[in-house]
């Protein structure tokens, strides 16, 4: 397994393998997890698998989010050692600033929903660093998970713009076994508070049910609210929108699904469920 920092030996690496096999990518921010080795295992064996290992500055709006988030590279590169990768990118900040600077983005309506409305900047830090990946890796393929949806829309109007020959690979989000999403920022819950992250996919359920019984969407999500906030769940968004559009919808449809935003121990998760 190769790591590289610098553009150029990341460039001339997937130079010497681009004719005789395929590319794959695998973005992260670290601190991997079971999640991540999901992606990994989902590549293709006979492709070059690449993960890159980069904490995007620029996709967060919160400084304090920024500082805290938990860098833990030497793990990393362990498990993906014990993964069979090929390549992992850890590209320098100053490099993936000169390459950024003057890059324009384009970002499509959706981007201004949700964690868009919420997050200021955030989607103009996902786009830049999504696009300089895909710049310098060329992938044949890449893999990203369905927990953080409107990110994943975003990344497939990137490839179908700009790298139509590539194809983008969604994976299912991954659950222990409470059905807890599985994310980075979940080493920073209490103990004591992880009964409360379970109330969130179970929410989730119970409102999916409740929807498909015909129950009008507008009484299920003031029940819902009520209840979260009785737990001492900060709701920052739940919402019921368009899978392709994400267009915020008033009753259920076969392309839709549920989203949350929330805030437990003052640490951001993120789900949704397909209904």
């Known amino acids: 397994?190769?790591?590289?920092?610098?553009?150029?030996?990341?460039?001339?690496?997937?130079?010497?393998?681009?004719?005789?096999?395929?590319?794959?990518?695998?973005?992260?921010?670290?601190?991997?997890?079971?999640g991540h080795m999901k992606l990994i295992k989902s590549a293709s064996s006979s492709s070059v698998k690449v993960v890159s290992i980069y904490v995007n500055e620029l996709q967060f709006n919160d400084k304090n989010d920024y500082s805290n988030y938990p860098r833990t590279l030497v793990d990393d590169l362990s498990l993906c050692e014990d993964n069979n990768v090929d390549l992992v990118f850890?590209?320098?900040s100053s490099e993936v600033g000169n390459h950024i600077s003057g890059d324009k983005n384009d970002l499509p309506k959706f981007t201004s929903y949700m964690c868009g409305s919420k997050r200021p900047g955030h989607f103009s830090g996902v786009y830049k660093i999504v696009?300089?990946?895909?710049?310098?890796?060329?992938?044949?393929?890449?893999?990203?998970?369905k927990k953080d949806f409107q990110q994943l829309l975003l990344i497939k109007y990137i490839a179908s713009t700009y790298f139509p020959k590539l194809k983008i690979i969604d994976i299912n989000t991954v659950r222990d076994?409470?059905?807890?999403?599985?994310?980075?920022?979940?080493?920073?819950?209490?103990?004591?508070?992880?009964?409360k992250v379970k109330l969130?996919?179970?929410?989730?359920?119970?409102m999916?049910?409740?929807?498909?019984?015909?129950?009008?969407?507008?009484?299920?999500?003031?029940?819902?609210?009520?209840?979260?906030?009785?737990?001492?769940?900060s709701v920052e968004y739940l919402d019921l929108r368009s899978l392709y559009t994400l267009n915020e919808l008033k009753n259920i449809n076969?392309?839709?699904?549920?989203?949350?935003?929330c805030y437990i121990d003052h640490v951001r998760l993120i789900d949704n469920i397909e209904i």
């Open 1 to 34: 397994m190769k790591v590289i920092s610098s553009l150029e030996d990341a460039k001339s690496f997937i130079k010497d393998y681009k004719s005789e096999r395929k590319i794959s990518l695998i973005p992260t921010m670290g601190n991997l997890h079971i």
């Open 90 to 92: 850890t590209p320098k």
């Open 131 to 145: 696009k300089f990946l895909f710049e310098i890796i060329q992938p044949d393929m890449a893999y990203f998970g």
């Open 177 to 195: 076994r409470d059905n807890i999403a599985l994310s980075s920022r979940l080493c920073r819950i209490s103990p004591e508070s992880f009964d």
């Open 200 to 206: 969130i996919f179970e929410t989730l359920q119970s």
């Open 208 to 233: 999916k049910k409740r929807l498909q019984k015909g129950i009008d969407y507008n009484i299920v999500k003031e029940r819902t609210l009520l209840e979260l906030i009785n737990r001492d769940i």
């Open 254 to 261: 076969d392309q839709c699904g549920i989203f949350i935003a």
